[in-house]
């Protein structure tokens, strides 16, 4: 009776922000996303999974992010957030009753207290302050399936050396290994952001890299590093166009262009609900790797803050804070009101609206793979991706949904979850089609990360990736001394730090303009200075104690990826 799976696919990620402020922007991000999303969201696997319910969903996790969860000073950040949430919050219970304000005020402050006090707990001794530690569990119980992501979120396809690119999956797969204990099957690309191979160029005028030639595509990099799948948008499949499929006995590729190739049982449908091999050309010794496809008009329906669920007039609102505390204490009551308007939170009142909100997602999804499969004849794939962060941040009662949802599906007998590599491994897609460049960003092309606003990132990115590789070039690292080592290593991490695709977006969005740009021209620096003293050291010159101080600042300060070789730059 089942007619497909419902691939729930989450993308957790936050830049490097550790030593690199607080609030509003820097390491708050981090510790609001660990209270607010990554544990309620634990608490439902492992809920779900104390009701013998498997959730199956998958989770992506940015080596940035994984670094940033498991660094020793994380700890203390956290529970000294909580703390300070927990005093916020008794506060305002005292300031209310002193105010005469009314008992329901009173109430919420409490209520917010004793939520942060939970998450604390939770933190603490549920999940022993490790969330990595407590993913790796689930995963190692077979409950949900953990993907990688591009190392620092670099956006792939517009970096200018090969050896970048892989750089970003190569450091990804070894820290995957170093948390997770086995290699990834799936990636998140960074903004679902694919480029075929072709003759390419950069956009903007800097040499060599505005110089015409052949690159090769993501999933040949992909198939390189073992990783099986990847997600895109559905345009990206809406655009597509068939290269061949592949032959079982014995296992050989047959192009579209051969006189032995039969279109049956194909039914090429460009539609988000297959499975699809990726190829740049019908080369596909080169490389492939799986598609999942992004259901656009299903995935709207929780995405969409106007028309979607989180616009519910009784979920908390997003953006009205209490002056001193910061808390919310108000209702969505309606999307498009001021927000002097807005009305009292009532946490008892959402129940009911989540478990409507779930029942009729669950009936849409039957629908769509219902009519698929009965139209068809083939095994739905629905996947919808989101970022983690919707869950819980955006839409503080977004995990509940997820409960609800993952639950009536457990009854459902027409459509289930399953992980990634699960559906994945009974697809066993055959046919194999080419893909356009693309993201799942504004107009599906690169307009975001590439544009008037901040196009001179690229500039400096590619001016810093240009001089890294001819001091390598120069000065060999086989030869270099622990630190000659150290100092290339560190510049290493800076340039991956201003790969990071969180630059330009925040930029583009003018959310934290400021900080990014800060961010950006701070790595820039520590970049191009570690460079100079790395050029000294081969040299022979030797480095002063305020230049050793320097680095070893920084060391401290971007203490990211122990485990990062010189080597992994190599292509």
Same mark, same amino acid.
């Given at each position: 009776?089942?007619?497909?799976?419902?691939?729930?696919?989450?993308?957790?990620?936050?830049?490097?922000?550790?030593?690199?402020?607080?609030?509003?922007?820097?390491?708050?991000?981090?510790?609001?996303?660990?209270?607010?999303?990554?544990?309620?969201?634990?608490?439902?696997?492992?809920?779900?999974?104390?009701?013998?319910?498997?959730?199956?969903?998958?989770?992506?996790?940015?080596?940035?992010?994984?670094?940033?969860?498991?660094?020793?000073?994380?700890?203390?950040?956290?529970?000294?957030?909580?703390?300070?949430?927990?005093?916020?919050?008794?506060?305002?219970?005292?300031?209310?009753?002193?105010?005469?304000?009314?008992?329901?005020?009173?109430?919420?402050?409490?209520?917010?207290?004793?939520?942060?006090?939970?998450?604390?707990?939770?933190?603490?001794?549920?999940?022993?302050?490790?969330?990595?530690?407590?993913?790796?569990?689930?995963?190692?119980?077979?409950?949900?399936?953990?993907?990688?992501?591009?190392?620092?979120?670099? &956006?792939?396809?517009?970096?200018?050396?090969?050896?970048?690119?892989?750089?970003?999956?190569?450091?990804?797969?070894?820290?995957?290994?170093?948390?997770?204990?086995?290699?990834?099957?799936?990636?998140?690309?960074?903004?679902?952001?694919?480029?075929?191979?072709?003759?390419?160029?950069?956009?903007?005028?800097?040499?060599?890299?505005?110089?015409?030639?052949?690159?090769?595509?993501?999933?040949?990099?992909?198939?390189?590093?073992?990783?099986?799948?990847?997600?895109?948008?559905?345009?990206?499949?809406?655009?597509?166009?068939?290269?061949?499929?592949?032959?079982?006995?014995?296992?050989?590729?047959?192009?579209?262009?051969?006189?032995?190739?039969?279109?049956?049982?194909?039914?090429?449908?460009?539609?988000?609900?297959?499975?699809?091999?990726?190829?740049?050309?019908?080369?596909?010794?080169?490389?492939?790797?799986?598609?999942?496809?992004?259901?656009?008009?299903?995935?709207?329906?929780?995405?969409?803050?106007?028309?979607?669920?989180?616009?519910?007039?009784? &979920?908390?609102?997003?953006?009205?804070?209490?002056?001193?505390?910061?808390?919310?204490?108000?209702?969505?009551?309606?999307?498009?009101?001021?927000?002097?308007?807005?009305?009292?939170?009532?946490?008892?009142?959402?129940?009911?609206?989540?478990?409507?909100?779930?029942?009729?997602?669950?009936?849409?999804?039957?629908?769509?793979?219902?009519? &698929?499969?009965?139209?068809?004849?083939?095994?739905?794939?629905?996947?919808?991706?989101?970022?983690?962060?919707?869950?819980?941040?955006?839409?503080?009662?977004?995990?509940?949904?997820?409960?609800?949802?993952?639950?009536?599906?457990?009854?459902?007998?027409?459509?289930?979850?399953?992980?990634?590599?699960?559906?994945?491994?009974?697809?066993?897609?055959?046919?194999?089609?080419?893909?356009?460049?693309?993201?799942?960003?504004?107009?599906?092309?690169?307009?975001?990360?590439?544009?008037?606003?901040?196009?001179?990132?690229?500039?400096?990115?590619?001016?810093?990736?240009?001089?890294?590789?001819?001091?390598?070039?120069?000065?060999?690292?086989?030869?270099?001394?622990?630190?000659?080592?150290?100092?290339?290593?560190?510049?290493?991490?800076?340039?991956?730090?201003?790969?990071?695709?969180?630059?330009?977006?925040?930029?583009?969005?003018?959310?934290?303009?400021?900080?990014?740009?800060?961010?950006?021209?701070?790595?820039?620096?520590?970049?191009?200075?570690?460079?100079?003293?790395?050029?000294?050291?081969?040299?022979?010159?030797?480095?002063?104690?305020?230049?050793?101080?320097?680095?070893?600042?920084?060391?401290?300060?971007?203490?990211?990826?122990?485990?990062?070789?010189?080597?992994?730059?190599?292509?």
């Amino acid at each position: 009776m089942q007619s497909g799976s419902f691939v729930l696919i989450l993308h957790t990620h936050l830049p490097w922000v550790l030593h690199h402020g607080n609030w509003p922007h820097g390491v708050d991000w981090l510790t609001e996303a660990v209270a607010e999303c990554y544990i309620p969201l634990l608490n439902v696997f492992n809920d779900l999974l104390n009701e013998n319910i498997y959730p199956k969903v998958t989770i992506d996790i940015s080596p940035v992010l994984c670094e940033q969860l498991e660094h020793k000073d994380f700890d203390k950040i956290f529970e000294d957030y909580c703390l300070e949430k927990i005093k916020a919050a008794r506060k305002d219970a005292e300031d209310f009753k002193k105010w005469g304000w009314d008992t329901h005020s009173i109430y919420l402050a409490n209520w917010w207290a004793q939520w942060y006090e939970a998450r604390l707990d939770d933190y603490k001794n549920k999940y022993g302050k490790t969330v990595i530690g407590a993913l790796k569990k689930l995963q190692d119980e077979g409950a949900i399936e953990i993907m990688t992501c591009g190392a620092t979120h670099g &956006y792939l396809p517009l970096l200018g050396f090969d050896r970048s690119i892989n750089l970003q999956i190569e450091a990804a797969v070894n820290n995957y290994k170093k948390h997770f204990g086995r290699e990834p099957r799936g990636i998140w690309l960074p903004e679902c952001a694919y480029r075929p191979s072709y003759e390419w160029k950069s956009y903007v005028p800097v040499a060599p890299f505005n110089q015409q030639h052949l690159r090769p595509g993501i999933e040949q990099f992909l198939s390189r590093h073992n990783i099986k799948y990847f997600v895109i948008d559905q345009k990206l499949i809406e655009n597509s166009y068939p290269i061949g499929k592949f032959q079982a006995n014995p296992e050989h590729f047959i192009p579209v262009q051969s006189p032995a190739f039969i279109p049956e049982p194909w039914n090429f449908d460009k539609s988000p609900l297959r499975l699809y091999e990726v190829s740049s050309s019908e080369k596909v010794e080169y490389g492939t790797a799986v598609c999942f496809t992004r259901h656009r008009d299903i995935a709207m329906q929780v995405w969409s803050g106007e028309v979607g669920y989180p616009g519910e007039p009784d &979920y908390l609102d997003f953006h009205k804070r209490h002056l001193g505390s910061m808390l919310r204490y108000w209702r969505v009551t309606d999307v498009k009101a001021d927000m002097q308007y807005k009305a009292q939170y009532h946490p008892d009142w959402v129940w009911k609206k989540l478990d409507l909100q779930a029942n009729h997602f669950i009936h849409n999804m039957e629908n769509t793979t219902n009519y &698929y499969y009965n139209k068809t004849g083939k095994f739905a794939t629905l996947c919808v991706p989101f970022d983690t962060e919707l869950f819980g941040h955006w839409w503080f009662e977004g995990p509940e949904f997820i409960r609800y949802v993952l639950r009536g599906l457990n009854h459902s007998p027409w459509l289930k979850p399953a992980t990634a590599s699960e559906q994945l491994f009974k697809i066993q897609p055959k046919e194999v089609i080419g893909l356009p460049e693309g993201s799942w960003g504004v107009n599906n092309n690169h307009d975001v990360w590439s544009n008037s606003e901040n196009v001179w990132t690229w500039q400096n990115i590619y001016d810093n990736e240009l001089r890294l590789k001819n001091i390598f070039d120069k000065y060999p690292i086989s030869n270099y001394s622990p630190l000659q080592k150290r100092i290339g290593l560190q510049a290493l991490r800076e340039l991956m730090l201003l790969h990071s695709s969180d630059w330009q977006f925040l930029i583009y969005t003018k959310s934290a303009k400021d900080y990014a740009e800060s961010r950006f021209f701070f790595h820039n620096s520590d970049f191009n200075r570690l460079c100079d003293l790395l050029e000294r050291a081969c040299e022979h010159t030797e480095l002063s104690s305020e230049e050793i101080n320097y680095l070893e600042e920084v060391e401290k300060r971007n203490s990211i990826f122990p485990e990062l070789e010189l080597e992994w730059w190599n292509w």
